[in-house]
């Protein structure tokens, strides 16, 4: 059997890594709605093993991604476009690292928000709005390089996707969590499809360009 690409199972290991952690931790939350509640409510202020969920699910999820970044960063340094996509998506995954060590206080809506709760709403919705750019540019850059991961339009249409799925996230009350699912899920997927054209262009030619 032929090995996975690591620069197709980075990105792969990293959401399984927060998908089953995410489902795991909300087995020891009573009650826990995850259409309805933020994942980082499961690692608030006074929740059930709060501390070791951001630390094992939140951080660790994002330690896969920067190896995914560093990884990639060979393939992409003579693309000044993709490169400079590519440092946003490693500065993505230090904004939700950020995010991890000041959680959020109790059930993320307070009435008066403490200052870690002002850090991890700040950096975590940075965080996205990072991200979404920094998959574009990469696959613009892949594009004028001859190997795009996604078109122009597609990838227009993922960033248009990801805002709203961010503006229902930050607004919804009854699908925040829905919204924020969808959302992670998106910028995956994305990875992962920059990840399988990254390893293709890796054997298909030694310039790098597809036959």
Avoid at 9 to 35: I, R
């Amino acid at each position: 059997m032929a090995k996975l690409n690591p620069l197709i199972l980075l990105p792969l290991l990293s959401f399984l890594w927060l998908a089953t952690g995410v489902v795991l931790a909300s087995l020891y939350y009573p009650g826990y709605d995850h259409l309805s509640q933020f994942m980082s409510e499961l690692g608030a202020t006074g929740t059930p093993h709060g501390a070791r969920v951001n630390l094992l699910v939140f951080a660790g999820a994002e330690v896969w991604v920067l190896l995914f970044a560093a990884l990639a960063g060979r393939s992409l340094i003579g693309n000044g476009v993709a490169f400079a996509g590519l440092l946003l998506l490693a500065v993505y995954a230090l904004l939700l690292l950020i995010a991890a060590f000041f959680p959020c206080d109790f059930e993320c809506r307070p009435v008066e928000p403490s200052r870690s709760h002002l850090i991890h709403v700040s950096a975590g919705m940075s965080a996205y709005a990072v991200g979404l750019c920094g998959l574009f540019l990469i696959s613009t850059g892949l594009r004028r390089d001859g190997r795009g991961a996604v078109s122009n339009r597609t990838a227009g249409v993922l960033v248009l996707a990801g805002a709203g799925l961010l503006a229902g996230t930050v607004l919804s009350q009854g699908y925040a969590g829905l919204f924020q699912r969808v959302l992670e899920g998106l910028l995956y997927l994305w990875m992962i499809r920059i990840g399988v054209a990254l390893s293709r262009q890796a054997t298909q030619s030694p310039s790098g360009r597809a036959m």
